[in-house]
């Protein structure tokens, strides 16, 4: 079975930084890009950043551009979204999903609260 | 940036109606196009992918079709567990969502 499981979240004040992790389990790791997509509290989707399964492409969105970074390590089948100069805006739910796209499959999230 | 418009932004529907519900993109988008359905609490499941692919697992009411910059969701008997919003995605040029469509029951 597929499982994808985000931790890392939490408040965190305007400025700082936070790292988050999504362990995958129930595939290959190494075959398939991922991502992370956001969702603010009560609006919709928002697609942050992808990454290849080998890492040669990255992409992310012009609102995070220049402060979250992507990575994975395949050999503990993690991925990663390091945030840095957070923004109240950057509140939200964020999910890991599977796929290049399309997403098949998603975490449940974990949710980032950016507040003084 | 290509905007992903999704109409109507919420409907109303009865069980057993057919419901379509619309994405319109500002340029063409070659039907790369996916359909999301979140229902409420729970993360996004994938329904359709490039515009008219049912993802294994998906109710065959569930259908997708449209080129271009229109794009279709459709539903051919509503049934209550529908009950969520629908949310199509482009990656034609950069990767865009819809704002979505809130699906209720009448």
Redo the contacts between chains.
Sequence with gaps: EVQLVESGGGLVQPGRSLKLSCVASGFTFSNYGMNWIRQAPGKGLEWVAYISSGSSYIYYAETVKGRFTISRDNAKNTLYLQMTSLRSEDTALYYCARGEPPFDYWGQGVMVTVSS | ?IQMTQSPPVLSASVGDRVTLSCKASQNINKNL?W?Q?KHGE????LI??TNNL?TGIPSRFSGSGSGTDYTLTISSLQPEDVA?Y?C?Q?NSG??????TKLELK
């Design positions: 940036d996916d999301y979140q993360a996004p499941k994938l992918y490039y993802q919003t949310y995605y990656y990767w865009t969502f819809g704002g979505g």
